[in-house]
C-alpha cells in the first residue's frame, strides 16, 4: 500500500467564536487578516494566507469559551513592530495577557481575542535550530543550521 503524503504543518485552522464577524473585525485590524471573498454564510469567516484560518460561529452567546490561564491553544502573529502594535491595542482597551518584552523572538506580548483565544505578538522567527541527524555520529544533535552547513 502506498504510504500517504502529510503536509508537515496544518493546512487550515478553524476557530470556534462565539460572532465571526466581532472576531474576523479583530483579527483583520489588529492582525492583518485578509478576509476570503467567498460567502460562508452568517456564522463563518475564511481568511487567505498560509495556513488558511476560519472562524465559526459555533459556540453560541452565553456558553463558556476559552480562558487564557487554562486553553491549551495558543496563536502566534509575527509583526514588523510589536511594540507599535502593543501601543495600539493598550489604547483601544484591548485585554494584554503578557506585557512586551525581549527574548528569541524579538519584542513580544500577548494579548487576548474577543473570545479570550490568547493571541501572542512577536517580531523574529527564532530561533533557529534544527534537530536533524548528527552527519558525525549515530544520535539526534540540536546543532544550528549555520554550524551544520559549514
Known amino acids: ?89 493598550v489604547a483601544d482597551g484591548i485585554r494584554i495577557l503578557l506585557e512586551p518584552s525581549d527574548g528569541p523572538f524579538g519584542r513580544t506580548f500577548a494579548m487576548a481575542d474577543p473570545d479570550g483565544y490568547r493571541i501572542t505578538v512577536y517580531e523574529k522567527d527564532q530561533p533557529l535550530r534544527s534537530y536533524r541527524a548528527c552527519p558525525r555520529c549515530d544520535r539526534r544533535s540540536s546543532e544550528s543550521l549555520d554550524s551544520l552547513d559549514r
Open 1 to 89: 500500500m502506498p504510504k500517504a503524503a502529510v503536509t508537515g504543518s496544518p493546512g487550515f485552522i478553524s476557530i470556534a467564536v462565539s460572532d465571526a464577524n466581532r472576531s474576523a473585525a479583530f483579527y483583520e485590524r489588529y492582525l492583518g487578516a485578509v478576509r476570503d471573498t467567498f460567502d460562508f454564510g452568517p456564522d463563518a469567516v475564511a481568511f487567505v494566507g498560509w495556513p488558511t484560518f476560519a472562524l465559526s460561529s459555533v459556540r453560541r452567546p452565553g456558553q463558556p469559551g476559552p480562558s487564557p490561564e487554562t486553553t491549551t491553544i495558543q496563536l502566534w502573529w509575527r509583526a514588523s513592530d510589536a511594540q507599535a502594535l502593543y501601543e495600539e491595542v
